[in-house]
């Protein structure tokens, strides 16, 4: 029986702060399978960091959302939300985990699942839903290496994701992807719509580019 029983502090590796390394991959003995619920008591021990699991079963560790980046992220989720509440869908937010039909274990920066998706998400898995969004959005960091930020996104698509924009604000652009087509990078656009799958949905970005600054 495995426990996670030691919580990981920024204080016992030695840190000043928790956001100094873009991203950590552990591996696992072979005896020990990385399951849903034991990410979730490894993240619910240690949550100024971020876990999540790829699809080999390995632990991948990030820092959670800096300041910028976080409020980046409300900006777009807060338009999408706004959006919803006549879809009947669910808008996902930062600490939304979602099991992938590969066995990765992401969290999406923002995104939205639609009414048909939501309902198979209420299937009742525990801890994480079975369930791949329509739309994903991943907002990089200070400390995210544009290269993760890409794979992430190349992982999400393998996934099924219908769309998904990778918003970086040190260059401010967003990179938009779909299945079966080139990736498309949009320097500050004003406004993008997010159709199709979220049909009528076009989000504002002067929020998000004021909150980069």
Not at 78 to 101: D, M
Request: charged share 25%; glycine share 6%.
């Amino acid at each position: 029986m495995v426990t996670t029983e030691a919580r990981i502090t920024p204080d016992a590796l030695g840190f000043t702060h928790p956001v100094l390394f873009d991203e950590l991959t552990i591996e696992f003995p072979e005896s020990v399978a990385l399951t849903d619920d034991l990410l979730c008591e490894i993240a619910g021990l240690n949550e100024w960091l971020k876990f999540e699991r790829d699809e080999t079963g390995r632990l991948v560790v990030s820092p959670g959302p800096d300041y910028d980046s976080d409020d980046l992220a409300a900006a777009l989720i807060e338009q999408i939300g706004a959006w919803n509440r006549t879809r009947l869908g669910r808008t996902l937010i930062p600490s939304t985990t979602l099991h992938l039909p590969d066995d990765n274990a992401r969290m999406p920066d923002a995104g939205w699942l639609s009414p048909e998706t939501a309902a198979r998400a209420r299937s009742g898995e525990r801890p994480y839903p079975h369930v791949v969004p329509d739309f994903v959005v991943e907002v990089r960091s200070s400390t995210d290496s544009l290269a993760s930020q890409r794979e992430k996104m190349d992982m999400w698509m393998r996934n099924g994701v219908t769309l998904g924009w990778l918003v970086d604000p040190k260059s401010r652009t967003v990179a938009v992807y779909r299945p079966d087509y080139a990736v498309v990078e949009h320097q500050e656009p004003a406004e993008l719509s997010a159709e199709p799958p979220c049909e009528g949905l076009t989000i504002s970005f002067a929020p998000v580019w004021q909150a980069a600054r």
